[in-house]
């Protein structure tokens, strides 16, 4: 189980977790009671963290692909001297 800190830190095994801080915003390895207890607790500042599947980004890659190539270039405007 994973969560995910957006504001403040979070002490956990002598490593401080969030936003900027050296353990990340990411803190792995909780229990599904730890990590209810840490988002109850939280008022919104921490959220349970579900990991994306390869898969999904490769369609969501693909997609954007075809979006740049499809998009017109934009105009160059040169400098007169």
């Not at 969030?18 to 792995?28: F, W």
């Not at 988002?39 to 579900?50: D, F, L, Q, V």
């Amino acid at each position: 189980m994973a969560i995910i800190i957006k504001r403040f830190g979070v002490k956990h095994k002598g490593i401080r977790y969030g936003p900027g801080l050296p353990g990340g915003s990411i803190l792995y390895g909780l229990t599904e009671e730890e990590e209810e207890r840490l988002i109850a607790e939280s008022n919104g500042t921490i959220e349970k963290y579900e990991e994306e599947k390869p898969a999904e980004e490769e369609k969501s890659s693909d997609l954007h692909v075809e979006e740049q190539e499809a998009a017109p270039k934009p105009k160059v405007k040169k400098k007169r001297r």
